[in-house]
């Protein structure tokens, strides 16, 4: 079956512009998250959607935001884009919350 | 805190020798602990994890131990091969189901 599948790949902005990520889970996972890696901050959680609903938000400025489509699809946003924006965002999916998470390969960010 | 300390950052062994990598927490209401192994340029990949009834759980040369009385669990990996190279993540699941993540380990096997 086909896993997460992160849109685009590579992206590289500029300082001030805004971005849109796109996330398509894996058919029948409901739940999608969104993660943030850097080398010095690691893995950090943005948000997860579960049945449209923002269900759970981490510690990232108002400037991040996502939804979630009632196909499951999910989008995040980044307005204002800063310089430290600049990591590998990761999406993933899950039947539900007591399950295992499924990742994408991720889109990387670079902001100049 | 709610953090998770990973050990050690780098690890370097034997081709055929064994690695393993700990993970120590102090909350103890956490109940599930999965270890994901990330390649480059690819997601993290789900590898085996556990749940807090359990004290071990092997998937062949893959294994996991969990001590809650101390907050650790590690990853144990026997016949070390080429293809384990990754960078290895542990995390602990939070009160509302979310993953605290360990900063991660380079596992390097040497030929």
């Known amino acids: 079956k086909a896993g997460v599948t992160q849109t685009p790949r590579y992206l590289i902005k500029t300082r001030g512009q805004q971005v849109t990520l796109s996330c398509s889970p894996i058919?029948?996972?409901?739940?999608v998250s969104w993660y943030q890696q850097t080398p010095g901050q690691g893995l950090q959680f943005l948000f997860e959607?579960?049945?449209?609903?923002?269900?759970n938000k981490g510690n990232f400025p108002g400037r991040f935001s996502g939804r979630q489509f009632s196909n499951s699809r999910s989008e995040m946003n980044v307005s204002t884009l800063e310089l430290g924006d600049s990591a590998l965002y990761l999406c993933?999916?899950?039947?539900?919350?007591?399950?295992?998470?499924?990742f994408g390969s991720g889109t990387r960010l670079t902001v100049v | 805190g709610e953090n998770v300390e990973q050990h050690p950052s780098t690890l370097s062994v034997q081709e055929g020798d064994s690695a393993v990598i700990k993970c120590t927490y102090s909350d103890s209401a956490s109940n599930y602990f999965p270890w994901y192994k990330q390649e480059l340029g690819k997601g993290p990949q789900l590898i085996i994890d556990?749940?807090?009834n359990v004290g071990e759980k092997k998937d062949q040369r893959i294994a996991v131990t969990l001590n809650k009385t101390a907050k650790h669990f590690s990853l144990h990996i026997t016949e070390t091969q080429p293809e384990d190279s990754a960078v290895y993540f542990c995390a602990r699941e939070d009160s509302n189901y979310q993953l605290i993540w360990g900063a991660g380990t380079k596992l390097i096997i040497k030929p």
């Open positions: 058919s029948g996972h409901r739940s």
């Open positions: 993933a999916s899950r039947v539900q919350e007591i399950d295992g998470y499924t």
């Open positions: 556990i749940r807090s």
């Open positions: 959607y579960f049945s449209e609903t923002q269900r």
